[in-house]
DNA sequence: GAGTTCAGTTTCATCTGTCGAAACCGAGTT
DNA sequence: AACTCGGTTTCGACAGATGAAACTGAACTC
């Protein structure tokens, strides 16, 4: 049931490019072993994406970088194309539902960014920023996108020298074990004190994660009781999203 | 002379992407003209970049836009990647000096969108929240995006049947000469009552126009005098945003 | 309903652009 | 000096990309 008629030095390309994904920089040698091609091969392919401004090479590391490219046509990702904005409907139907706070939450580097939120509407809610950077370390969504992360950057995130002390790893390692069989983690008064939250994946066509969406609240009415009722239906909403993305 | 060993096939295909930085949408055949490439050859890329994601198909029109992959991406840019951060510092240098709210704009199809902006610290300012949308006929940087936009998104601004009336379509064009001519534009209560804007193009290393920056305040204090002053240091920090994505 | 047009798809023979092995270079290490 | 390990270049062989042309199928015209 093989794909259609593709062109093989464009396919390599973008999974060159893809590779970045995975880890923010890379050399010409940690790319050849990561997509299995020959060197020159890679070379050559990085000197094409370079030139058009898809990669770019960081002046000291002398490794390759995402370019300035990916910033300009994701700035012309049409209105209903952007995750952020496309997923903007379903999370408030979530929030409705639930009448919690919703975030979503993707991966960048060592570290997550939460690139939208619908806060809830009660008087006592938990506030989101969008935009504001957090630890995969601690919190739901941060334990969520290291358990279905690369075993890779799951490598690199617990040799992390920023690592925070009072997280012991084992457990750690233990509890995302217990995130990928349950296919959600919870989290209360990990990050922050006085909010609990649960969090489950959004996953891309190839089965890799793109994103995690959060539920979070005041533990008082956040309990776990309520978290576990929650599941079902935020579990739900992620699927919907899901979808959209993949068509 | 010319470029590098490189690969024709592979980068065809990111030329084709590319042209998604004109029009949101388009078809095979639109493609292989904009191209200048055989129907075939468009063919086999089209797939490839689909199969991986960068492209899909609208379900409706059956015609090409950007895929999740390009979100994908975009998500992982590292803090220093992102020009909306990327250019924060410089920003915040800008607002400093001149001491009214600095905003950056990316068109966005026919409209425009704010990607980052820094308040000025006065009591009396121009507030501008990140994410608003807004159109490309009126305000200063909405004619400076349209100003240096290839003339066939010019001709399909005009062509938008969303046009305001009350803007003259002769008058917009002798504006937008002006402004290529000038290398800024200014608006005075044009988009809004009671603000004024400077706005100056940021180019990205094709020289195609990536984004506009503006200075905008009160009419009060940013009169045309004013405005006159505040040029030469808003070119200046557009030429060192300029100078960054490009390395 | 025969004829026309146009976008998208497939075929196929041609030949060129891509590929990988191997050599090379230059900077660090031992 | 010998060795290692990135990155870069060379080069001959051949897979694979290419474009002309043919085909399909829908939409539109007369």
Redesign the pocket.
């Known amino acids: 049931m093989e794909g259609?008629?593709?062109?093989?030095?464009?396919?390599?390309a973008l999974d060159i490019l893809l590779c970045f994904t995975r880890q923010p920089e890379l050399?010409?040698?940690?790319?050849?072993r990561m997509t299995e091609?020959?060197?020159?091969?890679?070379?050559?392919?990085?000197?094409t994406l370079e030139e058009k401004g898809f990669l770019a090479r960081d002046a000291e590391t002398?490794?390759?970088r995402l370019g300035f490219r990916i910033w300009e046509l994701s700035a012309h990702l049409s209105r209903t194309d952007d995750p952020a904005l496309l997923f903007l409907p379903e999370m408030e139907r979530l929030r409705d539902k639930i009448e919690e706070t919703v975030s979503l939450y993707v991966r960048d580097g060592l570290e997550r960014i939460r690139v939208q939120a619908v806060e809830s509407l009660q008087a006592i809610r938990r506030v989101a920023p969008v935009g504001a950077r957090m630890p995969l370390s601690v919190g739901a969504a941060g334990k969520v996108l290291a358990a279905f992360a690369e075993p890779a950057v799951r490598a690199q995130i617990l040799a992390d020298p920023d690592w925070p002390e009072n997280v012991d790893k084992s457990d750690y390692l233990r509890q995302l074990d217990q995130i990928r069989r349950d296919g959600y983690a919870t989290s209360v008064e990990e990050r922050e004190a006085g909010t609990s939250a649960v969090s489950v994946p959004i996953f891309g066509r190839n089965g890799n994660i793109l994103a995690a969406l959060a539920v979070s609240g005041p533990v008082g009415r956040l309990t776990l009781e309520r978290m576990e009722e929650v599941v079902p239906h935020i579990i739900e909403a992620a699927g919907r999203m899901q979808k959209m993305l993949t068509n």
């Open positions: 259609k008629k593709t062109v093989r030095a464009a396919e390599r050399s010409l040698t940690e790319i050849a091609l020959n060197k020159s091969t890679v070379y050559r392919l990085l000197a002398d490794k390759y």
